[in-house]
Nanobody
Framework: QVQLVESGGGSVQAGGSLRLSCAVY????????MGWFRQAPGKEREGVAT???????SYADSMKGRLTISRDTAKNTLYLQMNSLKPEDTAMYYC????????????????????WGQGTQVTVSS
């Protein structure tokens, strides 16, 4: 059983930065597809970034250049560094994991990810 616990969300002004963390329990995060998704009120959940078992990363076009997804193998933790945040980045951000490596890209359907964290809120004010 894989358990995911996010942290690091908060409120920032436009142009600010945040680093989200996702602690992974029950499995080695470096061997599976991991991703970050977000969901704003009234909108569908959408992919933000993914990282494959061998380190290949994928980023949403809307946030490319402002994000870095990474992981610390020793801590079994996934990170999402977000810079130059905009008010439209306001959403609940979720960490997710999948054993299906073939789907590991930011545009993958959320339903293809089996394991989810509880989410961490990011609010960006103008």
């Amino acid at each position: 059983q894989v358990q995911l616990v996010e942290s690091g969300g908060g409120s920032v002004q436009a142009g600010g930065s945040l680093r989200l963390s996702c602690a992974v329990y029950g499995y080695a995060s470096s061997t599976i597809c991991m991703g970050w998704f977000r969901q704003a009120p009234g909108k569908e959940r959408e992919g933000v970034a993914t990282i494959q078992a061998y380190g290949t990363t994928s980023y949403a076009d809307s946030m490319k250049g402002r994000l870095t997804i990474s992981r610390d193998t020793a801590k079994n933790t996934l990170y999402l560094q977000m810079n130059s945040l905009k008010p439209e980045d306001t959403a609940m951000y979720y960490c997710a994991a999948s054993f299906r490596s073939g789907i590991c890209r930011w545009s993958a359907q959320p339903t293809l990810f089996r394991y989810w964290g509880q989410g961490t809120q990011v609010t960006v004010s103008s």
